[in-house]
């Protein structure tokens, strides 16, 4: 089941959501064979993640047993924690205040374990956050903080994705040359690490500098 979960959530970052999705009931339906209350848990939380991805919606609900718990066991990738998955998933659901809420808290108790890997994702989802609130500043400040953890660990999926964003901000300032410079910086670091979520993002941030945006 524990190795099911991890390809789901891998395929899920290579772009292949549709294996990942089955590789996540898989998971379910293993833990659930075996009665394991912790590794369904764990399935359960991954089967929202791949869902949302699929284009099925948000299931909060299915993370709900994982987050009684503020880690995964020790057969899960510590970097997304129940608590940042649900914050990831709310964000990108547009549901802003609820997600900021969520992972601003999980990032201070992240600093006070001196956790930087697991932040920099945080960091990057809050910069994200903030873009679609407006606060662009704010945005600016979270993405300046994740590049800071990404660079301390080696964490170049997450540093791509940060430049990314920081392209997006720039785009919607109207700074079209430096939202350009960032997206063909982060676009080679995809290609290196093998993920085609940093190809596709920075895509949109160079198309996003050239649309108007009016008051």
């Given at each position: 089941?524990?190795?099911?979960?991890?390809?789901a959530q891998?395929?899920v970052?290579?772009?292949?959501?549709?294996s990942?999705?089955?590789?996540?009931?898989?998971a379910?339906?293993?833990?659930?064979?075996?009665?394991?209350?912790?590794?369904?848990?764990?399935?359960?939380?991954?089967?929202?993640?791949?869902?949302?991805w699929?284009g099925?919606?948000?299931?909060?609900d299915?993370?709900?047993?994982?987050?009684?718990?503020?880690?995964?066991?020790?057969?899960?990738?510590?970097?997304?924690?129940?608590?940042?998955?649900?914050?990831?998933?709310?964000?990108?659901s547009?549901q802003?205040?609820?997600?900021?809420?969520?992972?601003?808290?999980?990032?201070?108790?992240?600093?006070?374990?001196?956790?930087d890997?697991?932040?920099?994702?945080?960091q990057?989802?809050?910069?994200?956050?903030e873009?679609?609130?407006?606060?662009?500043?704010?945005?600016?400040?979270?993405?300046?903080?994740?590049?800071a953890?990404?660079?301390l660990v080696?964490?170049e999926?997450?540093?791509s994705?940060?430049?990314?964003?920081?392209?997006?901000?720039?785009?919607?300032?109207?700074?079209?040359?430096?939202?350009r410079?960032?997206?063909?910086?982060?676009?080679?670091l995809?290609?290196?690490?093998?993920?085609?979520?940093?190809?596709?993002?920075?895509?949109?941030?160079?198309?996003s500098?050239?649309?108007?945006?009016?008051?």
């Open positions: 089941a524990a190795a099911e979960r991890l390809l891998a395929l970052f290579v772009g292949a959501v549709s990942a999705h089955r590789h996540a009931a898989a379910l339906g293993i833990a659930r064979s075996i009665g394991d209350r912790s590794s369904i848990a764990e399935s359960e939380a991954t089967l929202a993640w791949t869902r949302f699929v099925r919606g948000v299931r909060i299915l993370l709900d047993a994982a987050r009684s718990s503020p880690a995964w066991s020790c057969y899960a990738p510590q970097e997304a924690t129940p608590d940042i998955m649900a914050g990831i998933l709310l964000c990108w547009d802003v205040t609820p997600a900021r809420a969520m992972l601003l808290a999980e990032d201070r108790r992240l600093t006070e374990l001196g956790q890997r697991p932040r920099a994702l945080v990057y989802t809050l910069a994200e956050l873009c679609r609130a407006g606060d662009l500043a704010a945005a600016l400040r979270h993405v300046e903080e994740g590049l953890a990404a660079e080696g964490d999926f997450h540093r994705l940060l430049i990314c964003t920081r392209g997006l901000i720039a785009a919607r300032r109207g700074c079209h040359d430096d939202a410079a960032d997206a063909e910086r982060a676009a080679p995809g290609v290196e690490i093998g993920t085609t979520v940093t190809s596709s993002f920075a895509a949109s941030r160079i198309s500098a050239y649309v108007p945006i009016f008051p």
